[in-house]
């Protein structure tokens, strides 16, 4: 009986292990993060529009700020009939939705916790993509230290090896939009709505293949462990 416990106990702590340090992780750690930033800026946009009522539940986070007319004023949506209040609660939420990504997100309520504040976050005024993108990260995190019966085919061992490539692109992609951009923009005059849709659809394609080629990385290296464990253990 106590030796099956401590079996259990082992398996639970490498789970975690595993959990904490894999690309599944990584990948929707670093994404969370960026999902804060953006919530972060919409507030701060917010935020310097004072103590207003918005005219609807629609708003912009930065109107009449010509830097941002390229992202198109950075829309959003509020359940709070105050634009300074709206603003503070959307830099609170992002903060705990980045804290949490870095830090909890591994936990067994990890993926709920991550798609809850995402939710909330689209209420207060955090915009509309980085919200989605939270809760894309929130379904991907309940995969995190899980394990798989299935033993992995060449299609998932090369999908994979792409993980850090498609986050790279990904996170490339988000920051050319904000501040990129905005920064371009605001500089040389840049308008080109091309770029924009460009760019979006680089990074969202990104954000959908880095936590699924991460996740087929992680089960291929379980896979792989648990074959040397296995031959070690017949030695």
Do not use: C
């Amino acid at each position: 009986m106590h030796a099956t416990e401590a079996a259990a106990t082992r398996n639970a702590a490498v789970q975690l292990n595993a959990g904490a340090h894999s690309a599944t992780r990584i990948v929707v750690s670093t994404f969370g993060a960026l999902v804060a930033f953006a919530g972060i800026e919409h507030g701060i946009g917010e935020i310097l529009q004072g103590p207003v009522a918005p005219g609807g539940p629609a708003v912009e986070s930065w109107p009449d700020v010509k830097a941002f007319e390229i992202l198109a004023g950075e829309p959003a949506m509020t359940l709070i009939p105050n634009l300074l209040l709206t603003g503070v609660l959307a830099v609170i939420v992002a903060l705990a939705l980045g804290i949490w990504s870095a830090m909890f997100v591994e936990r067994r309520d990890g993926g709920p916790v991550l798609i809850a504040l995402s939710v909330l976050l689209l209420l207060v005024g955090g915009g509309f993509a980085p919200p989605l993108m939270g809760i894309i990260l929130g379904i991907a995190a309940t995969r995190i230290g899980a394990i798989s019966r299935r033993e992995p085919g060449g299609v998932a061992r090369a999908m994979g090896r792409v993980w850090p490539w498609a986050l790279s692109a990904g996170v490339l992609g988000y920051l050319g939009l904000f501040p990129g951009l905005v920064l371009a923009s605001w500089l040389f005059g840049v308008s080109d709505s091309n770029l924009v849709l460009g760019l979006s659809a680089v990074s969202f394609a990104a954000l959908l293949l880095a936590p699924a080629a991460a996740r087929a990385h992680d089960r291929t290296q379980a896979a792989d462990r648990s074959g040397r464990d296995a031959t070690k253990a017949r030695r």
